[in-house]
């Protein structure tokens, strides 16, 4: 996921605070379809 963009953040905050948005995208905003 975030695996050679280490280097762009510039603080583990950024990282960290990048990784929490992504998180809550994942959970709530993106599309899901059901499994039948």
């Keep these: 996921m ?3 963009y280490e280097n762009s ?4 905050d950024e990282l ?3 990784i929490k948005d992504y ?3 994942y959970n709530n905003k993106r ?3 059901k499994r039948t």
């Design 9 to 12: 953040y510039q603080s583990l």
């Design 31 to 33: 599309i899901k379809t």
């Design 16 to 18: 960290e605070q990048a």
């Design 2 to 4: 975030f695996y050679g």
């Design 23 to 25: 998180i809550f995208y």
